[in-house]
């Protein structure tokens, strides 16, 4: 089992076999599958991705839980499958440079978009990479149609790197200065039970 990481209003868990169903149910929505640079799988090979994700060590993946839809209360090692909303990842996919890390945030919900989930899940996301990975630099690639995730990665601080013409796709970059750093690590505190809990 890997770690869990608790926010305000989010939940980060690992990406298990019980989530594949919902996860493929998402990628059958064309615009997800447009936003998200994807192809569309079939379920076996959704848990063959999975699967794949799980044992790669050059990436790192959680399930994005909505705190206000767990039933009950939160346990460790469980699915939650209810309250699913989308993931967030990050893949060190620079052979030249294995501390630079690719972000992603997918809110899959359209009612849990707009509520903070997001940026809370990134910046969750972005401070255990820097703490327990090391990153010194991420790198998001957003399609210029995405106004809301430009908008929240802009917000968070990254800076607009380049635009590709072919792809109509912005990469933005955000270098992990020390008092990026700070930011990052004075917003979570690491609880026993490999749980993170803000503050």
């Excluded at 939650?80 to 909303?85: D, F, L, S, T």
């Excluded at 969750?124 to 908008?151: C, D, P, Y």
């Amino acid at each position: 089992m890997g770690v869990s990481l608790e926010g305000e209003k989010v939940i980060l868990v690992p990406y298990m076999k019980e989530h594949v169903p919902n996860y493929h149910q998402w990628m059958q929505d064309p615009h997800l599958l447009f936003a998200t640079g994807s192809e569309p799988l079939t379920l076996d090979q959704e848990y063959e991705m999975q699967l794949s994700w799980s044992q790669d060590p050059l990436k790192r993946t959680f399930i994005v839980l909505d705190k206000q839809m767990i039933e009950g209360e939160f346990v460790l090692g469980q699915p939650h499958i209810q309250a699913m909303v989308g993931d967030v990842n990050i893949y060190m996919n620079d052979p030249e440079d294995p501390l630079f890390a690719e972000i992603e945030i997918m809110i899959a919900e359209p009612k849990s978009r707009g509520k903070g989930l997001g940026k809370e899940a990134v910046m969750m996301m972005m401070a255990f990479a820097v703490e327990n990975v090391g990153i010194h630099t991420f790198r998001a690639k957003i399609g210029e149609s995405n106004q809301a995730s430009l908008l929240l990665f802009r917000k968070l601080g990254f800076q607009d790197s380049s635009f590709s013409e072919a792809f109509k796709e912005w990469t933005l970059e955000l270098p992990v200065t020390k008092p990026k750093r700070d930011e990052l690590l004075q917003s979570v505190v690491f609880l026993v039970m490999n749980r993170i809990c803000y503050v």
